[in-house]
């Protein structure tokens, strides 16, 4: 069963907007935090932005502060990254993982997603 399931990821222009969505197990959706990271080729996986599920507090990377907005819909076990004002350095990897608390360290996070591949132009 899977267990996160991301989508929305392609190719896009600097300057331009991207929804990533991220579908969670019914086991899953009970982690407390849900969060977004990146790997871009060469380099470590970082938190892009988290939330914690039950109170909706929300945290970001300084590199996304202001363009990148984190958000839920309980109803559908769904977690959503608006990723707006987009540059190249944005290109990576984005994978969806769930864990106990919003660690920005990805070894604290329990589940993760296959990933989607997100590609700015400049």
């Known amino acids: 069963q899977v267990q996160l399931a991301e989508s929305g990821g392609g190719s896009v222009q600097a300057g331009g907007s991207l929804r990533l969505s991220c579908a969670a197990s019914?086991?899953?959706?009970?982690?407390?935090?849900m969060g977004w990271f990146r790997q871009a080729p060469g380099k470590e996986r970082e938190r892009v932005a988290a939330?914690?599920?039950?109170?909706?507090?929300?945290y970001y990377g300084d590199y996304v502060k202001g363009r990148f907005t984190i958000s839920q819909d309980y109803t559908k076990r769904t977690v959503y990254l608006q990723m707006n004002s987009l540059k190249s350095e944005d290109t990576a990897t984005y994978y969806c993982?769930?864990?106990?608390?919003?660690?920005?360290?990805?070894?604290?996070?329990?589940?993760w997603g296959k990933g989607t591949l997100v590609t700015v132009s400049s």
């Open positions: 939330i914690y599920i039950g109170d909706g507090s929300t």
């Open positions: 993982a769930a864990g106990r608390y919003c660690s920005s360290e990805p070894v604290a996070m329990d589940s």
């Open positions: 019914v086991y899953t959706w009970r982690s407390k935090c």
